[in-house]
């Protein structure tokens, strides 16, 4: 599959909100179109607004990290988008399309930080788990098939191994490549590598790009690193917190092609400077 081309372009505007400002405009409607967001949780002891005004724009094919402390809404937003929770005021728009019939069209996969596979199911079972739940007819037509999705994350040979006997980086590859199952048009990511030792985590997100690249599915990716946001991304959306809002979305100006040696570079390091400063004055 090819790398879909023309990012929208995201510009953070006045009053730490951010808009869509296309410079090249992308084919269609943007992957992801937040327009003033808003959630609140009201409980019996306390209303959290964990969403206040929340607005950006993702182009199709792009790659977004939202960065952020803990408890500012990263989980929650990307719920609004994956129609797990209606926001309070605001819209959510999907390829052009609510987030619940976006959800019908199976344009969401979801990666969760815990893989979450069925241990008494084998590697490959356990991508294929979505064709028998939730009334899947099929693959659709060209999809890569669960075997091709479990060599695309680097797992050709492990398909008849159980959970409890690959790593823990494996098993999230099971997870992604599961996402990937139908050929979702944007990934949602909740701080997938959180649990891993850093030798792991490196290697995945070296992947996560290839499979990026390769796939040219749009990817919304959460993380409380700055270092994984910006290897990661095209741009990094920065929330604060209480109430969750933006910070500051940064255009993460690098080489499409990235390894890792990259971080060492003088614009890496000037770039994490921004992020983290931009964290900084959001707490
Ligand atoms: N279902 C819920 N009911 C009530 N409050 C909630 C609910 N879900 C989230 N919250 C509150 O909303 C705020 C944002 O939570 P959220 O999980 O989105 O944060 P987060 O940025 O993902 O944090 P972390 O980095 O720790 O995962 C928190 O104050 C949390 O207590
Ligand atoms: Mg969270």
């Given at each position: 599959m090819a790398l879909a081309t023309g990012h929208a372009a995201a510009a953070a505007t006045g009053a730490g909100r951010a808009v869509a400002g296309a410079?090249?405009?992308?084919?269609?409607?943007?992957a992801v179109d937040c327009r003033n967001v808003t959630v609140r949780f009201v409980t019996d002891r306390r209303t959290v607004t964990a969403l206040e005004n929340v607005s950006f724009a993702v182009g199709q094919g792009g790659f977004l990290s939202l960065l952020g402390p803990s408890g500012c809404g990263k989980s929650t937003l990307l719920r609004v988008v994956a129609d797990l929770i209606a926001p309070t005021g605001g819209s959510m728009s999907v390829f052009g399309m609510t987030p619940e019939q976006a959800r019908a069209k199976r344009s969401l996969g979801f990666v969760f930080q815990?893989?979450?596979?069925?241990?008494?199911?084998t590697a490959l079972q356990n991508v294929e788990l979505p064709l028998e739940v939730?009334?899947?007819?099929?693959?659709?037509?060209?999809a890569p098939t669960p075997k091709e999705l479990l060599a695309l994350v680097g797992l050709a040979g492990w398909e008849n191994s159980f959970p409890h006997e690959l790593s823990g980086g494996m098993r999230q590859r099971v997870s992604i490549a599961r996402a990937l199952l139908g050929g979702p048009r944007l990934l949602l990511m909740d701080e997938p590598f959180g649990a891993l030792d850093e030798i792991t985590r490196d290697r995945l997100n070296e992947e996560l790009r290839r499979i990026w690249a390769e796939t040219g599915t749009t990817i919304l990716f959460v993380t409380h690193s700055v270092y994984e946001a910006m290897f990661l991304g095209e741009q990094v959306l920065v929330l604060a917190a209480n109430p969750g809002r933006v910070a500051d979305l940064v255009d993460i100006d690098l080489p499409k092609d990235r390894d890792l040696k990259i971080r060492e570079t003088e614009a890496f390091v000037r770039i994490a400077s921004r992020l983290r400063d931009s964290l900084g004055r959001g707490s």
């Open positions: 410079v090249a405009p992308a084919a269609g409607p943007a815990d893989a979450a596979l069925l241990p008494w199911r939730g009334g899947t007819k099929g693959l659709p037509k060209g």
